[in-house]
């Protein structure tokens, strides 16, 4: 079995979330994926959250290309959920490029191209404005 492993916040859930997992699943046969708690986004990021890490994790969790969704802690917790999980493809979006090099030793890194035309960003920055 060819196990796939993500990570992301996935608030405000969109279209562009569900074609990185839908992308991330047709390269193996299992997807995890890892959320990032509020208190890793709060601490780690400053990023507040519109949603809560649980209901984040329960959104994902019912997609159907979703196999198991755990939590992130924290940024060196990349390297043991890759060994520990005995993970094959290690995926993110592509403004992550390079910067998870360091598992090419234990998996094969790959960085999809993000959904033009929509992102997290944009929807936060579109909901400000209508405030």
């Not at 979703?66 to 979006?93: H, L, N, S, Y």
């Not at 403004?95 to 998996?107: A, I, T, V, Y």
Request: net charge negative.
């Amino acid at each position: 079995m060819k196990k796939v492993i993500t990570y992301g916040t996935f608030d405000l859930f969109h279209r562009g979330h569900l074609e990185i997992l839908r992308r991330a699943k047709e390269l193996g046969d299992h997807l995890t994926v890892v959320i990032s708690t509020d208190e890793f986004n709060w601490n780690e990021k400053q990023k507040k959250c519109v949603y809560s890490y649980e209901d984040r994790a329960a959104i994902v969790a019912a997609i159907k290309y979703v196999d198991a969704v755990i939590p992130e802690t924290c940024w060196e917790q990349k390297m043991t959920d890759v060994t520990d999980r005995d993970i094959d493809v290690f995926v993110m979006g592509h403004d992550w490029d390079g910067k998870f090099d360091f598992l090419k030793e234990q998996c094969e890194v790959i960085c999809l191209p993000r959904t033009d035309g929509i992102s997290s960003t944009e929807v936060k920055q579109i909901v400000k404005d209508d405030h």
